[in-house]
């Protein structure tokens, strides 16, 4: 089996002025389709600068990143972003969510924007009942809990069937409950969809969610 998310000898160097910082240090791992890994580390070992590299948001300054066999260096701004609407899905600390619809409207949204055939009832449907959003759907963000409001992003990092999740602290801003609410259901999605997860997080709790737990210090992978 091929994996979906490869990088080789990866560095990310940060330039100030005529200082060099670097976030990554020869970073080099492998995730596999159906597989759930967590990625632990300290604030500043470079976790969420990894993410964003392996998502194709900031671009590596040497190495290489496969993403379902597409090297990201060798891609342009336009065909990155086509890359990261159809490959990928995002979920944040941060919900990010449109204030201004409601939670059907914030993960159709993503089904539409993804393109293809556009908006797929089925799909919705089944993302939206495995995570308990059925009874929710016409409120807006500010209407609903914290832990409501992540499940809609989950929703919507999904809802298109990206090959990857890609999820930077997703219960950075939950509470103890809540988080393992929300962790239960990231693993739910990975056993009953099939859906590959890379999550980054600081929680050593959190972490033994994933089927391996990869460990940063430095900007390099230690163990895992």
Not at 29 to 43: D, K, R, T
Not at 78 to 92: E, N
Not at 119 to 132: A, Q, S, T
């Amino acid at each position: 089996m091929e994996p979906i998310l490869k990088t080789e000898n990866l560095w990310k160097v940060y330039r100030t002025g005529k200082m060099e910082v670097p976030a990554l240090r020869g970073v080099n791992l492998e995730v596999f389709p159906g597989e759930f890994v967590s990625v632990m580390g300290p604030s500043g070992c470079g976790k969420s600068t990894l993410l964003h590299v392996i998502g194709g948001l900031a671009q590596a300054t040497t190495g290489r990143v496969l993403l379902d066999g597409n090297d990201l260096a060798k891609l342009n701004d336009a065909a990155r972003t086509l890359l990261r609407r159809h490959k990928v899905g995002f979920v944040f600390q941060r919900f990010n969510l449109l204030p201004t619809l409601d939670a059907y409207h914030n993960i159709a949204l993503a089904q539409h924007i993804h393109g293809g055939d556009g908006f797929d009832p089925h799909r919705f449907e089944v993302v939206v009942k495995l995570l308990g959003l059925t009874d929710r759907l016409h409120h807006k963000p500010s209407e609903l809990s914290g832990g409501e409001q992540q499940r809609v992003a989950l929703a919507r990092a999904i809802v298109s069937e990206p090959k990857i999740v890609l999820a930077d602290e997703p219960t950075g801003n939950l509470d103890t409950k809540t988080s393992e609410t929300v962790l239960a259901l990231l693993r739910q999605l990975n056993q009953d969809l099939g859906q590959t997860i890379v999550m980054i997080t600081h929680n050593p709790e959190a972490a033994t969610y994933g089927h391996r737990v990869l460990h940063m210090r430095d900007g390099m992978v230690v163990s895992g």
